[in-house]
């Protein structure tokens, strides 16, 4: 059996082959509250975005009654998200900073609740405030910022005894690179836009192949 490496998540709209193909093989689905799509209540493992950066490439204003109807209706689920992403405002710096720390308080409490990192936000705005009411970090914000900062926030994350995600991984270049900076998770849409879901199963072959060679060499 493949041991945990990272968890790797999907869109949760698609194809029914391609959502089964991501439930039978053990790749989570991530649902967002600007679409109409919904976990299935025999979905064990899923996330839940906000939006935010759909709206960011709008250039639009998060519509935040649509992520709160959602979690209303999930309460209802026997199976619960692995997290739900408190809403934030993309490369909003301190703006997005207060704006979810406004809003982790108005999720229901049996959601587990990581908190959004954006551009110009650094780890001591979190220290005191923030960290003893999340349950880890997402690293959001613009690709270079994010691919620039995020070691530090998965670092800090684990120092602080939290997980931490990272937004928007979608080749085998990056899947690579976060999980070699130490990513509990990640999500993506190339696999499952280009039909290509298998090169998932490969590339956890792959990485496992190289974990048992490096533990036998210890031997």
Not at 181 to 197: E, V
């Amino acid at each position: 059996m493949l041991d945990k490496i990272m968890d790797i998540y999907m869109p949760g709209h698609g194809s029914v082959q391609r959502l089964d193909f991501c439930r039978d093989y053990n790749i989570g689905l991530l649902y967002s509250s600007h679409r109409c799509e919904m976990p299935k209540p025999y979905d064990r493992k899923y996330i839940i975005d906000n939006g935010a950066y759909s709206a960011y490439l709008k250039n639009k204003v998060l519509d935040v009654t649509l992520f709160y109807a959602m979690l209303s209706k999930l309460r209802n689920y026997t199976y619960k998200p692995t997290f739900v992403c408190i809403p934030d405002i993309v490369a909003g710096g301190v703006k997005s900073f207060k704006f979810s720390l406004d809003h982790i308080g108005k999720i229901p409490k049996e959601f587990r609740k990581y908190f959004v990192v954006q551009d110009g936000q650094y780890d001591y705005l979190l220290e005191e405030t923030v960290l003893p009411l999340i349950d880890g970090i997402f690293v959001g914000g613009t690709t270079k910022w994010k691919w620039r900062s995020a070691h530090n926030w998965i670092d800090w994350a684990h120092e602080n005894n939290i997980k931490c995600h990272i937004g928007r991984v979608g080749t085998w270049k990056n899947f690579l690179k976060a999980y070699n900076l130490g990513a509990d998770s990640i999500d993506g849409s190339t696999p499952m836009r280009h039909d290509k879901l298998g090169e998932i199963l490969t590339w956890r072959q792959e990485i496992q192949s190289v974990k048992q060679i490096s533990e036998d060499e210890l031997v």
